[in-house]
């Protein structure tokens, strides 16, 4: 059986883990192939994309700053991609390159198996309006959730999710958030605030009812201060580092032809990459 090759592009890409995540089922599942990081400079990614089938790869993942230009570029897209507007899996079917986005998938996965219980909810806040925004959005109305409040500093950018995602969605300012958290089952942060090297994110939990999941896709540090303070409220908190584990699934299963798990032992040697850090 000839040896399948994949990828992760971006630009810088020095600092990805998928590596490791496929690395390590490469190993484990005992195939003969690889997964390998290249940096490619915006200029030259139409290129790139042209070339993958000549230079033999059955695809790869796409992250910043293809993303947009992969969701453009691509002959066919999947529901998740087309709604959240970005591209981050590539594969072939019938000699055309083919885009989806799992993103929202691996963040479900990560609280099916970590909080289950929060598909139960109807009404949440989310924190930020970039692309991660869209994909958690994205997510969180396919489990169900009827009320969905986007809040952004930037007010008209959390508009234009709105508009996007439509009924059930809502945008807000900052300063509504004792508000909005009174009643909501569900917080997430899908901003960079709280990440190392980035300014703190500033918030009160004490408004959110006893019940409430909180949520952040931040993992650098994995522990971050809204989950230290979730956990200080006795809340159920949900770091982000499932969530890359988990988007890396489908991805794997298209070009190795095998489902792989997310075990303790894999998150474990990504941590160990990470440093530890907590």
């Not at 290249?38 to 059955?58: H, M, S, Y």
């Not at 909005?180 to 997430?188: E, G």
């Not at 949520?215 to 994995?222: C, E, G, K, T």
Request: aromatic share 8%; proline share 5%.
């Amino acid at each position: 059986m000839a040896e399948i090759h994949a990828f992760v592009c971006g630009h810088p890409i020095a600092h990805s883990r998928s590596p490791i995540i496929h690395g390590y089922w490469l190993a484990k599942h005992g195939i003969e192939g690889s997964y390998e990081r290249i940096d490619v400079a915006p200029a030259d990614f139409p290129a790139f994309l042209e070339n993958l089938a000549a230079r033999g790869f059955a695809g790869g993942n796409v992250t910043l700053p293809h993303k947009e230009t992969a969701f453009r570029l691509v002959s066919r897209r999947d529901e998740a991609a087309q709604m959240i507007g970005a591209v981050n899996t590539l594969w072939f079917e019938d000699g055309r390159l083919c885009g989806g986005n799992t993103d929202a998938y691996g963040y479900a996965a990560h609280h099916d198996a970590l909080a289950p219980r929060w598909r139960e909810g109807e009404t949440a806040v989310v924190l930020g309006a970039g692309g991660a925004a869209r994909a958690i959005i994205h997510a969180l109305q396919k489990a169900g959730y009827k009320n969905v409040r986007i809040v952004n500093r930037t007010v008209e950018r959390a508009h234009e999710l709105v508009d996007i995602f439509a009924g059930g969605a809502s945008a807000h300012g900052w300063d509504e958030l004792p508000v909005l958290l009174s009643d909501a089952d569900f917080l997430v942060n899908t901003s960079a605030l709280g990440m190392t090297g980035k300014p703190p994110l500033e918030i009160s939990l004490d408004p959110l009812p006893d019940h409430a999941i909180v949520s952040d896709i931040v993992y650098a540090p994995l522990k971050t201060d809204l989950l230290a303070s979730a956990e200080a409220r006795g809340l159920i908190g949900v770091d982000g580092l499932g969530m890359l584990l988990h988007q890396a699934v489908p991805g794997f299963e298209r070009w190795f032809g095998v489902r792989p798990e997310v075990t303790p032992d894999l998150r474990a040697a990504v941590l160990a990459d990470l440093g530890h850090k907590s």
